[in-house]
């Protein structure tokens, strides 16, 4: 199991900008794919971003242009800048992460999740 916890999250006004972190811990050899999920009241979660080890991004067609997946491996944090935020943002932001400890056994695990609220 990897430990994550998230940071960054609270109030802003619609068109502002948030930045949230997710610092993972645990008995971690290795990160793979460390991922921000959302889950609006009443929605699925859904994946938002999506970064590799070797720096590849993925992103939700709502985010794109708008949001940012970083990571420091040497702090095995992820970051997720968010950008010209809408209403729609609204929800709790978890971050997920697949990672190898070293016996080479995989781990995972998810964040307790950090609200994000946009008001219009």
């Known amino acids: 199991q990897v430990q994550l916890v998230e940071s960054g999250g609270g109030l802003v006004q619609a068109g502002g900008s948030l930045r949230l972190s997710c610092a993972a811990s645990g008995s971690i050899f290795s990160i793979d794919a460390l991922d921000w999920f959302r889950q609006a009241p009443g929605k699925p979660r859904e994946l938002v971003a999506a970064?590799?080890?070797?720096?590849?991004?993925n992103y939700a067609d709502s985010v794109k242009g708008r949001f940012t997946i970083s990571r420091d491996n040497a702090k095995n944090t992820v970051y997720l800048q968010m950008n010209s935020l809408k209403p729609e943002d609204t929800a709790v932001y978890y971050c997920?992460?697949?990672?190898?400890?070293?016996?080479?056994?995989?781990?995972?695990?998810w964040g307790q999740g950090t609200q994000v609220t946009v008001s219009s």
């Open positions: 997920n992460a697949v990672a190898w400890d070293y016996e080479g056994i995989q781990l995972s695990g």
């Open positions: 970064i590799t080890s070797g720096g590849n991004t």
